[in-house]
């Protein structure tokens, strides 16, 4: 079993996301009427919809990376906030690039 | 002299960080991709250019784990001292649309390379890795889970899964293969297919902070997922094998 011993929501994962271009997201509302809105200025940022649910959920996924450590001498060295910085800073690099060729 | 590995799946995420990994460390390696019409190979491309140099061994080859005799002559043409089977219809939703398709490229592609070794009689030779996943505990009868946790798998891509783990356990105690699951949490990356969470919200935050998009439309904000980085994740799967 491959893990980090760690885990967090949908909901952390975002507000890190946003956290890395500096928005703060303030959550409103419950349910499907969660919104996630930019406490700068007030905007909706995040809508919940209901197409993206499962028809069965997953809600909870944590694994106990023990064995892993103790046979293979494997652990994680990337942390969640590391992956999510690297994941946004690709994607706009990549978007970047792309409205530049368009522009050409 | 050096190992030869075949990855399936390699035009995937972990396909292409496992195909990075195994050329670093002096492999050759035989990837297998799906034809389509529209171009796939986007992860591995950076790889295929450095085939010009001729120390890197990278081999694409056209497959699918629907396909038995694509998948025999694949084996017996590379003879593989690693199988790494990583393709897989891996979207967990989207599986509950293709259900069958999702069972039989999943589950009895596991199978398909599983007999593969067995019938060109490289038992003895060929060590096999299955793509295990946390999704296989689905509504989880532990915190943590660990390998003793028991499985409930929720969704017809963790009930294909769950025959490709016991297929391996069986085919490892029936015919002595060095076959083994890895059970790996979630991985990310930049290279993350776009319709996966996580992906979709780096994707989706980028453009609203460029002013290209106005907002994000999300599923269940309350999942909790242990999330890990898919480099290090393709670390573990060589080293299961070793």
Redesign the interface.
């Known amino acids: 079993?491959?893990?980090?011993?760690?885990?967090?929501?949908?909901?952390e994962?975002?507000e890190m996301?946003?956290g890395?271009?500096d928005?703060k997201v303030r959550w409103e509302g419950k349910g499907l009427d969660?919104k996630?809105i930019d406490a700068a200025n007030g905007?909706?940022?995040?809508?919940?919809?209901?197409?993206?649910?499962?028809?069965?959920?997953?809600?909870?996924?944590?694994?106990?990376p023990?064995?892993?450590k103790k046979v293979?001498?494997?652990t994680?060295?990337?942390e969640?906030k590391d992956?999510?910085a690297?994941?946004?800073d690709?994607?706009?690099k990549s978007?970047?690039s792309k409205?530049g060729r368009s522009d050409d | 002299m050096a190992k030869t590995a075949l990855i399936t799946g390699v035009t995937g995420q972990d396909g292409s960080y496992l195909a990075a990994l195994l050329l670093q460390k002096g492999y050759t390696v035989h990837g297998v991709k799906r034809r389509s019409s529209s171009f796939n190979t986007g992860r591995v491309d950076r790889l295929y250019q450095d085939r010009h140099d001729e120390k890197v061994q990278f081999t694409l080859h056209y497959g699918d784990m629907t396909d038995s005799t694509n998948i025999i002559r694949l084996v017996q043409e590379t003879q593989p001292d690693e199988i790494y089977n990583l393709a897989a219809q891996s979207h967990?939703?989207v599986s509950?649309e293709t259900a069958e398709y999702t069972a039989n490229a999943d589950g009895i592609g596991a199978l398909r390379i599983l007999e593969a070794i067995r019938l060109l009689g490289l038992t003895e030779k060929t060590r096999f890795y299955q793509a295990s996943t946390?999704?296989l505990?689905?509504?989880?009868q532990e915190?943590?889970?660990?390998?003793t946790t028991p499985f409930y798998p929720?969704?017809p891509y963790?009930v294909a899964k769950l025959y490709g783990y016991w297929i391996t356990v069986n085919y490892r105690e029936a015919y002595g293969i060095h076959a083994s699951n890895?059970?790996?949490?979630?991985?990310?990356?930049?290279v993350?297919g776009e319709t996966f969470?996580?992906?979709k919200?780096?994707?989706a935050?980028?453009?609203?902070?460029?002013g290209?998009q106005?907002?994000?439309?999300?599923?269940?904000?309350?999942?909790?997922?242990?999330?890990?980085?898919a480099?290090?994740?393709v670390?573990?799967?060589w080293?299961?094998l070793q």
């Open positions: 079993m491959l893990a980090t011993g760690v885990n967090h929501s949908v909901r994962f975002i996301a946003f890395h271009v928005t969660e996630g905007k909706v940022l995040v809508s919940v919809d209901p197409r993206y649910f499962r028809p069965t959920e997953v809600d909870f996924l944590l694994g106990d023990a064995k892993a293979l001498g494997w994680h060295t990337v969640l992956l999510v690297e994941m946004v690709c994607d706009l978007i970047t409205r | 967990v939703q509950f946390s999704e505990y689905g509504l989880v915190k943590p889970q660990r390998e929720r969704s963790a890895g059970i790996l949490f979630n991985h990310e990356s930049p993350r969470v996580t992906r919200i780096t994707r935050v980028a453009a609203i902070h460029l290209l106005d907002k994000l439309y999300i599923g269940n904000l309350d999942s909790m997922r242990d999330w890990g980085h480099r290090d994740y670390e573990g799967m080293r299961i």
